[in-house]
């Protein structure tokens, strides 16, 4: 299936696997030594982390764009309806699945983080763990209807100015306003207005002229990423790092077409995944503390596995069951629902990606 075609597109799902075990494997390793399995800075585990560090969110925010411009805003009956869908797929599973993390570090030690119940209000208000993507991806959401309704994203020359203008805030204008996200928002905004134009403008966009020039630029910027490695550097330079990085990685990812069932299968599930991954690595982490196993591949490897294998567990008990299903996992309660008994395999990968169990 070529990209340029309307169905779901087997290449871009293939990524979208690839996406969510690299943001798996990062939450498993920790972004930072104090979190996570807290790797040293100088060991040769934070180097690789460091590796794909401006790739894995940016890649899963530009294949967001891409699968949007399939159904923009403009395909459904008004902008209320829009919203309602966004708000029925990011704030709820954002109110239930971290109102349920945030007890669970309340009531377990050894989480890496204890909280007081009087606190709990935070976690709707200000950035937590990773669920600070809903946040962002809801104003993300409310911004693109604007530009949307102003037609400001229907030819490329306009598309390219969004892009230019919040990139430019993104990496000139970092901001601490973080309530309910405000402070990433740029940046999501930046990589999903690529993901859109890159699927609404492909045709223009990927050809070989452009990918050999991204391709330079890619391999100067991570070559200069890598050379700082373990270095301060002011955020204006890291964040022109994960631009540089993170938008021309995408364009070549999306170059290739690559396709394996495999991946295309698992990031059937990555919303899901997305949502409940840190139950499964943070319990693989506790257990073998509890089992005293401390050798880092095997705990990068046990907490990869649980983090993945946990959600997906979780869909396939809770996905027959339409209230669980939209509060856990966001689907609206009119959804059509498998059978409990259908087996989900990766021989019917295709039919997997054309289910709910897409985040956007």
Request: aromatic residues 16%.
């Amino acid at each position: 299936m070529k990209i340029g075609q309307t169905n779901k597109n087997l290449s871009i799902e293939t990524l979208r696997g690839l996406a969510i075990i690299l943001i798996v494997l990062g939450y498993v390793m920790g972004s930072v030594s104090d979190n996570g399995l807290k790797v040293a800075n100088d060991s040769v585990w934070r180097f690789l982390y460091f590796v794909y560090q401006y790739i894995q969110i940016p890649l899963f925010t530009v294949i967001s764009g891409f699968v949007y411009a399939y159904k923009p805003v403009s395909r459904f009956t008004s902008n209320s309806k829009f919203i309602t869908g966004k708000i029925n797929r990011l704030l709820i599973p954002l109110v239930v699945v971290s109102t349920l993390f945030y007890l669970l570090q309340y009531v377990i030690p050894g989480t890496n983080s204890q909280n007081e119940l009087n606190d709990i209000w935070r976690i709707y208000v200000y950035p937590y763990t990773h669920f600070w993507f809903l946040q962002g991806m809801m104003i993300v959401f409310l911004i693109i209807i604007v530009l949307e309704n102003f037609e400001a994203l229907n030819t490329l020359k306009s598309a390219m100015i969004c892009l230019l203008i919040t990139a430019l805030i993104f990496v000139l204008l970092p901001f601490k306003f973080n309530y309910f996200s405000l402070n990433r928002v740029p940046f999501l905004l930046t990589f999903f207005i690529l993901g859109l134009s890159l699927k609404r403008f492909y045709e223009v966009i990927f050809k070989k002229g452009i990918i050999k020039i991204a391709g330079i630029i890619f391999v100067f910027s991570l070559g200069y990423q890598l050379y700082i490695f373990n270095a301060d550097s002011p955020v204006i330079v890291a964040n022109l790092l994960t631009f540089g990085v993170g938008s021309t990685a995408c364009i070549l990812m999306i170059s290739l077409g690559y396709q394996n069932s495999k991946l295309v299968w698992l990031g059937g599930f990555s919303y899901s995944i997305y949502l409940f991954h840190i139950f499964g690595t943070i319990a693989s982490r506790m257990l073998l503390t509890k089992l005293s196993v401390h050798n880092i591949p095997l705990q990068i490897l046990t907490g990869l596995i649980a983090g993945l294998s946990f959600p997906l567990l979780l869909r396939l008990l809770c996905g027959s069951n339409k209230v669980l299903s939209m509060l856990l996992f966001g689907d609206k309660i009119s959804t059509v629902h498998r059978k409990r008994n259908q087996r989900l395999t990766f021989k019917n990968a295709r039919s997997v990606t054309n289910s709910r169990f897409f985040p956007y």
